[in-house]
């Protein structure tokens, strides 16, 4: 009940309604027809809701249009002058184009030749060259030939050679001289990317950053080097080849790394079974 309505109601103390009057007191509602808790109610401006709902659809389609600029092209925009390409700030975001269906090696293959593409075929290739495979003879040879454009592959093989068939380096990490893992333990070398930045794109070349986390060691009774995570930042040099992208060089450094939350470690059966039951992805924009 509002202020003013208290003033409708009327009351008739002492009042008697026929002769010998019954004494009571009688209560008469508002005079009128309508809500006796507030009065008819006023009628809604129509003309005000219209304009509202209108203002509250514009600010919208403004704000998809405005989220969606430059998505286009892969999160790069134009300079204006020539058409050339020049990274953005943008996350790495999903863009609706399925991944590639071409396999060499087991890698993904046939990535599209644009800034995106790029990024994809960077992508896939951290997880290839981050690959407990990269320890074994056979499997190394098929990444780098799958991986390095052909006029670099050759040199490239030699040096990883070098660098991963050393005893010293074998065993320094648990490994046997053959890059296979002791009896009763298994070897975590696993690269999981979580975002790429185009740093330059050209038309036939391009510089990718892919930033990720790599998980490391060997689980099982007696390791002493148990499986660890690690944050780095690779960006590989490409180059488009024979209707694909490849690699033709690639720098690293640590970070960004993220602050550990207190989460109490796995065992090492634990983590020995997820690495065996979760496999990899292929991964793409």
Partial sequence: MSLGDENDYR???????????????????????????????????????LITVVGVVVLLIAAIAFANRGNGSGGDASDGSDGAKRPGSNATAASGVKPVTGSNSGIAS?????????????????????????????????????????????????????????????ASVGLKADGSAPAGMTFVSRTNPVGTKAVKIAADTASISVWYSSLFGLTGQGSTNPVSESWYTNTYELKWVDGDWKVTGSSQKDGPVPVGRDQTASSAKDMADAVKQFGGFTYAR
């Fill in 110 to 170: 046939g990535f599209a030749h644009t800034a995106q593409g790029a990024q994809s075929a960077a992508a896939n290739y951290a997880v290839a060259l981050g690959s407990d495979g990269m320890f074994k003879t056979d499997t190394r040879h098929s990444i780098v030939k799958a991986v390095y454009a052909p006029d670099v592959a050759t040199a490239r093989m030699s040096d990883l050679d070098h660098a991963y068939s050393g005893q010293k380096f074998l």
């Fill in 11 to 49: 009351s008739d103390a002492g009042r008697s309604d026929g002769p010998g009057g019954s004494g009571q007191t009688r209560t008469r509602l508002p005079e009128g027809e309508g809500d006796p808790y507030g009065g008819a109610r006023r009628p809604v401006r129509a003309s005000r809701s």
